[in-house]
Structure formats: C-alpha cells, structure tokens
C-alpha cells in the first residue's frame, strides 16, 4: 500500500542519510558534497533546523534552515532527482516557510545557482525575488564557479 509524503524533524541520528541526499541531488552538477560532519556541524548550530521527507519509507528529501532573530535563511534543499517532479521540494519548502514563519522570522533568504532553473522557477512560484548575487559563490569540480541569485520571501 503506498503512503503519501511525510514530513519528520531531522535528528542526529538521520545525518549519514541527509549526507546522502545532499549527495545525490548536488555531486551530478559539480558541487561539493556535504558530509555526515558537515549536516551535524550545520544542525548543532543555534537557531537550525532541518526536516527528512519520506515517500513510502524511502527518504526522498531534506532540508535545513536558520533562524536569527526575525530573518531567516534556507540552508538547503535537497531532493533526489529521481523523485523530481512530482512537487516534493515545493512541500519541503512549504514546510521550512512554515517552521521560519512559527519561529518569528519576518524574512526568508537562500542562494540559488544562476544556472539552475528549475530550483529557480520553484523559488519564484513560491514569491521568492532575486536581491543580489554573489559572484563565483559555487565552487564546482571540473566546472568554472557558478554565480549564486540570492532571494529574498517576505513573510507575512
């Protein structure tokens, strides 16, 4: 029987899978992988949070997100290409807006590769708007460095 999408905290004991994701969903455009200590450093950080989505037991994405005061930024967002398509970063997202929102945050920020269209379109149907940018921000292997958008939602 299969199970809709759901949503859990990110916990320490879900970093080595989390690590994996990130791995899946960045590694094929160059970027560096985080690593297990990379994601537990990220979520022992005051004020970050991060969400495991599951489809039918399998994890599918996560997220991490920060809180300072009243802005907050989105850390990452991961979905497995695989499971692409199929609106999963956009309830990821959905959820983190949520969370930043509950926690008093008035602002919501990330960065975005400039050449990545698809996160792009999903940031802007959400009302994300590019702010600025910042030159040679994605180091990638075998590739020039990538100039990030950065976006900002403002949350009501």
Known sequence: MAHGPVLSRLS???LDR?????????????????????VAELLASPGVAGLLLQVDGCDVGFAL???AADEAELLTIAVRPEARRRGLGRQLLAAVTDRVRAAGARVL?????????AAQS??????FCVVGTRLAYYRRTNLPPADAAIMRLVLE
Do not use: I, K
């Open 12 to 14: 320490a004991l879900e």
């Open 18 to 38: 989390a690590a994996a994701l990130h791995a899946e969903s960045f590694a094929p455009l160059g970027e560096r992988a985080w690593t297990r200590q990379d």
């Open 65 to 67: 997100c920060r809180v």
């Open 109 to 117: 920020f990330l960065e975005v590769a400039v050449d990545n269209s």
């Open 122 to 127: 999903l940031y802007a149907s959400q009302g």
